[in-house]
């Protein structure tokens, strides 16, 4: 059995009419789909009928829900919806999304009315072989609660027990994990060590989206995983090369052996809309960069290493999100110049142990919860009373 696997698809800007009206947007990539017994993807924004978009950092995605028609007419028989988007408008733009797959005949996995909706593994039937889905999104705007809609959030003591239930149930196990750094191609140290115990636990593969690049790879105790598998389409204004190319990730499951696992590049031009394979130069240049990064992480200590470097150019913009700084602010610490003029050891010492230690956390995480709330109403009552 063959499963395809598509990285992010957001059907935005001009490849929204496409979609809208069921044009060819996975031009000669249609061949590769065609092979497969099963094709996914990782849906990156609802399906509306109307915008109702959230209070949030970051802009909020969305189309109409009629672009569900090019999918269905590509053969996609399920859409993974853990992702950092799929609340940006809000539980209405999640109903309308899972409905219209619904009608079209496409399943969803990774969110849900309510947490425990959103964590259940889609099992599929597919040439004699049972396969679990499982779909999870690191903690942004989109995650479910108990009693929201929303995305599964990665939770490992979560996945453990589903997991125990899940097992017996099926062949193989894929996980889509929506986690990463955006443009970095490599692992954290934390990531890796999450998707690699997700393996331990019995996942045959783990695909990494969200980076918005292609990453790297890695065969652990006998199952893959995608450190990053690029853009599918996604036509965002301001993308360089790298989020315009992507890799179709094509798992061979078997019932005598452990997976086998396959890489199509494919890339978005940036005077047309859609997909397409990518042609022999391309197609060289970008799996030679991504067997090379795949080697550079096997190689010890260099994980950590290229972190460390990776972080040390964040410093400044973390910081001054982290420091609620305003334009102003931000513009005079542009160099460090206030970071390191007007906080010492021990304050950024207070700050770290706010944030690592798990009780701290979570007392700050409701904090904050509590006085956005706060915020948002005494907004609202401001704005009635001008009306």
Not at 161 to 171: A, G, T
Not at 303 to 309: G, V
Request: with cysteine; aromatic share 8%.
């Amino acid at each position: 059995m063959i499963i395809a696997i598509a990285g992010d698809i957001c059907p935005i800007n001009r490849n929204e009419t496409a979609f809208f009206e069921g044009d060819d947007v996975f031009s000669d990539v249609r061949s590769v789909f065609q092979e497969a017994d099963l094709l996914l993807a990782n849906l990156e924004c609802p399906l509306i009928l109307r915008p109702t978009p959230i209070k949030k950092t970051g802009p909020a995605l969305a189309v109409s829900g009629s672009s569900i028609r090019a999918f269905a007419q590509a053969g996609f028989r399920a859409l993974g919806l853990a992702n950092n988007h799929i609340m940006d408008h809000g539980a209405e733009g999640l109903k309308n999304t899972m409905e219209v797959c619904r009608q079209y005949g496409i399943a969803t996995f990774g969110a849900g009315l309510n947490l425990l909706e959103a964590r259940k593994a889609l099992v599929l039937e597919v040439e004699g072989f049972k396969v679990g889905l499982v779909g999870m999104a690191e903690h942004e705007w989109s995650i479910a609660r108990l009693d929201l809609p929303g995305a599964n959030p990665i939770d490992p003591i979560a996945f453990i027990q589903s997991n125990r239930k899940l097992r017996n149930q099926i062949d193989c196990l894929i996980v889509l994990l929506h986690a990463g750094s955006e443009g970095y191609p490599y692992p954290s140290p934390r990531l890796q060590d999450l998707c690699r115990f997700l393996i331990e636990e019995g996942a045959s593969a783990v695909i990494c989206q969200h980076s918005h690049c292609i990453g790297s790879y890695e065969t652990y105790q006998q199952g893959h995983i995608v450190y990053g598998q690029g853009n599918f389409v996604f036509d965002y204004p301001g993308q360089g090369m790298e989020g315009r190319e992507g890799l179709l990730v094509l798992l061979d499951i078997q019932h005598d052996r452990p997976p086998g696992i396959s890489f199509v590049p494919v890339v978005q031009l940036p005077d047309k809309m859609g997909v397409r394979l990518a042609d022999a130069g391309q197609r060289e240049r970008i799996l030679s960069g991504f067997q090379a990064r795949s080697a550079d992480i096997s190689t010890a200590g260099f994980i950590k290493e290229r972190w460390m470097s990776f972080c040390a150019t964040k410093t400044i913009p973390y910081m001054n999100a982290l420091l609620g700084y305003n334009r102003i602010l931000t513009r005079l610490n542009r160099n460090g110049l206030l970071l390191h003029r007007l906080y010492n050891g021990n304050t950024l010492r207070q700050q770290m142990n706010g944030i690592q230690c798990e009780s701290h956390r979570e007392v700050l995480l409701t904090v904050l919860s509590q006085l956005i709330c706060q915020y948002d109403q005494r907004r609202e009552e401001k704005e009635r009373d001008i009306c």
